[in-house]
């Protein structure tokens, strides 16, 4: 696979001090492991270290939101990062896992307020999966990973509130 080059504007070490967590889908693992490696490799060169990143490993992506749920409710952490692969079939099957699992991702961030990323992909085929999983169109792990860092200092800047206004003297 090629080697994901970030187009991250964060500082490097803007995942420094952070705590996270993957929930990683077994099902097509020959591609999630490459989602999981973009997304740890991400991590690290912003600055994580290895013992503030717990791995979970779940049948497959519909069992993605349970897990993230229990991570969000039992582990500290500054953000979930979900990772998996819905390749579309004979039939509509993947239409309703995929709707299933965005939807239960979105409901654990709207709930919590952690961020939860979005790195499930859901291709037509094989190859477009390879190409989004560390392939000629990056790794959408590492893009994950990222908005995951991402969403953790908007957040934090948002609860600052308002900035003070600058005293004219009086």
């Not at 991400?42 to 069992?63: H, I």
């Not at 908005?147 to 003297?169: F, N, Q, R, T, Y």
Request: glycine residues 8%.
């Amino acid at each position: 696979m090629v080697a994901y080059k970030s187009n991250s504007v964060l500082p490097k070490d803007a995942a420094a001090g952070k705590r996270f967590a993957i929930v990683v889908s077994r099902y097509h693992e020959e591609l999630t492991q490459e989602l999981l490696n973009g997304a740890q490799n991400a991590l690290k060169a912003l600055g994580a270290k290895d013992d503030d990143v717990s791995l979970f490993w779940v049948p497959g992506a519909f069992e993605i939101p349970a897990a993230a749920r229990a991570v969000s409710q039992h582990r500290e952490v500054d953000a979930i990062i979900c990772l998996g692969v819905i390749l579309k079939g004979e039939t509509p099957h993947n239409a309703y896992i995929a709707r299933e699992v965005a939807r239960g991702i979105a409901q654990i961030h709207a709930a919590t307020g952690i961020p939860a990323a979005f790195g499930v992909l859901t291709p037509d085929t094989l190859d477009q999966a390879k190409a989004r999983a560390g392939g000629a169109k990056g790794n959408k792990g590492a893009e994950a990973a990222e908005s995951a860092v991402a969403m953790i200092h908007v957040l934090d800047e948002i609860k600052k509130g308002p900035k003070k206004p600058k005293s004219v003297g009086f």
